[in-house]
């Protein structure tokens, strides 16, 4: 089974602003080494309370797009009964119910088998912790 299954972390710096960031070349770098040629799948996770995992377009706008609804479905104010960090960091809390912390995507051939305008992103609303893990497990 060993041979079949491979799991890394990486650490990423996300900063003090909310970011889409996206993380597709790592993915792709890690299934380079670990699934030459190979099918499978991908699995991204973030073992964080308040970031999750995308798969959208990014570079036309959408990954900003993607922020802009998430602060408006789940504003920076003082509605949120979970308090503790700076103001309105509950909504912090609520982000992984919405933007999952995990994707699994197809591997074909060692490649992600993504949409040509799809690109995996760490979705992080959190100013308070700018460094984040995350770990990418393939499975053959």
Do not use: K, Y
């Not at 909310?18 to 499978?40: H, K």
């Not at 964080?48 to 797009?65: F, K, L, M, P, W």
């Not at 309105?88 to 074909?108: E, K």
């Amino acid at each position: 089974m060993a041979d079949n299954f491979h799991s890394i972390t990486f650490e990423i710096t996300t900063g003090t602003a909310e970011v889409a960031l996206d993380i597709t070349d790592r993915c792709a770098a890690f299934l380079d080494t670990t699934a030459p040629g190979r099918d499978g799948l991908l699995n991204v996770f973030v073992p964080h309370a308040t970031a999750g995992v995308a798969v959208i377009e990014t570079g036309a706008g959408s990954d900003e797009d993607l922020l802009a609804a998430l602060r408006d479905l789940l504003p920076s104010d003082s509605r949120w009964r979970h308090r503790h960090g700076s103001p309105g960091h509950g909504r912090d809390h609520v982000l992984p119910g919405l933007v999952a912390p995990h994707a699994t995507l197809p591997v074909i051939g060692g490649q992600l088998a993504l949409g040509v305008w799809q690109s995996i992103v760490l979705v992080d609303t959190n100013r308070d912790n700018p460094r984040r893990t995350v770990r990418l497990s393939f499975l053959g």
